[in-house]
């Protein structure tokens, strides 16, 4: 049975770090960055790939402005704080660099269900 609680997790998360985010593009203060920092590694750690994706197409969004205006200075910190939260989300998201050995997905196993492995097979 699939469960929409990573998901709502990674959104939570996401909504927090747009906030800061949009502060940090207004005015680089330690707080915003700091938070910029801490809800992007709940987000990319929470598990959910569109929040992440969605996260990063903000991120690039709003450092192109800032380069675009000519103000490449002022989006280091930004860019900083965002690496430094990916950084911090590394210890959770490394071990999922192993998944393509281990998979089951060109196996025998289906995925006729919604959202979950069917595991039948297994019987």
Excluded at 11 to 25: D, E, G, K, Q, Y
Excluded at 98 to 113: C, D, F, I, Q, T
Aim: with cysteine; glycine share 8%; net charge positive.
């Amino acid at each position: 049975v699939a469960s929409w609680t990573p998901a709502f997790h990674s959104f939570v998360w996401c909504v927090w770090s747009l906030v800061f985010l949009l502060r940090c593009h207004a005015t680089a203060s330690w707080p915003s960055l700091a938070g910029l920092a801490f809800f992007s590694a709940l987000t990319v750690s929470s598990g959910y790939p569109t929040a992440d994706l969605m996260l990063g197409v903000a991120v690039l969004t709003l450092l192109g402005t800032r380069l675009r205006a000519g103000q490449g200075r002022r989006a280091l910190p930004q860019l900083v704080a965002f690496s430094a939260g990916v950084l911090l989300a590394a210890p959770a998201l490394l071990p999922a660099l192993a998944y393509p050995e281990v998979a089951a997905r060109a196996s025998w196993l289906g995925n006729n269900e919604f959202n979950g492995v069917s595991l039948s097979g297994l019987w």
